[in-house]
């Protein structure tokens, strides 16, 4: 029998009694590294292609370096997953940031 556990309070959680709240995040990082205001406006989008396809065309690929794994990748994109028995749902649910609630005041010293 598998045993579930609440991966914030640690309760255990017997999925005949009660519902398991599975929460997935998918963290990714977004680079936007290409953009469009550096780019020259004479050149033609479509010449760029074809100049690069031709460059992939000369190039020898080998084997081994189809098999290498994309650091970049691997470093930038996590997938996580928790259990929550169901009171740590409902507060996961109302504050999912987990952020103070209350707005902060801040006051002038005069």
Not at 27 to 39: E, P
């Given at each position: 029998?598998?045993?579930?556990?609440?991966?914030?309070?640690?309760?255990?959680?017997?999925?005949?009694?009660q519902c398991r709240?599975?929460?997935?995040?998918?963290i990714q990082c977004?680079?936007?590294t290409k953009t469009?205001?550096?780019?020259?406006?004479?050149?033609?989008?479509?010449?760029?292609?074809?100049?690069?396809?031709?460059?992939?065309?000369?190039?020898?690929?080998?084997?081994?370096?189809?098999?290498?794994?994309?650091?970049?990748?691997?470093?930038?994109?996590?997938?996580?997953?928790?259990?929550?028995?169901?009171?740590?749902?409902?507060?996961?649910?109302?504050?999912?940031?987990?952020?103070?609630?209350?707005?902060?005041?801040?006051?002038?010293?005069?």
């Amino acid at each position: 029998m598998i045993h579930y556990t609440c991966d914030r309070c640690r309760q255990l959680i017997d999925p005949t009694e009660q519902c398991r709240y599975a929460v997935r995040f998918q963290i990714q990082c977004i680079a936007d590294t290409k953009t469009d205001q550096g780019r020259e406006p004479d050149l033609d989008p479509l010449s760029e292609l074809h100049q690069t396809l031709e460059g992939l065309d000369a190039q020898s690929l080998l084997d081994d370096e189809i098999d290498e794994v994309d650091t970049v990748t691997e470093i930038t994109e996590h997938l996580l997953e928790y259990d929550l028995c169901p009171r740590c749902y409902q507060k996961f649910a109302r504050n999912p940031l987990g952020r103070d609630l209350q707005p902060v005041s801040h006051f002038s010293n005069n």
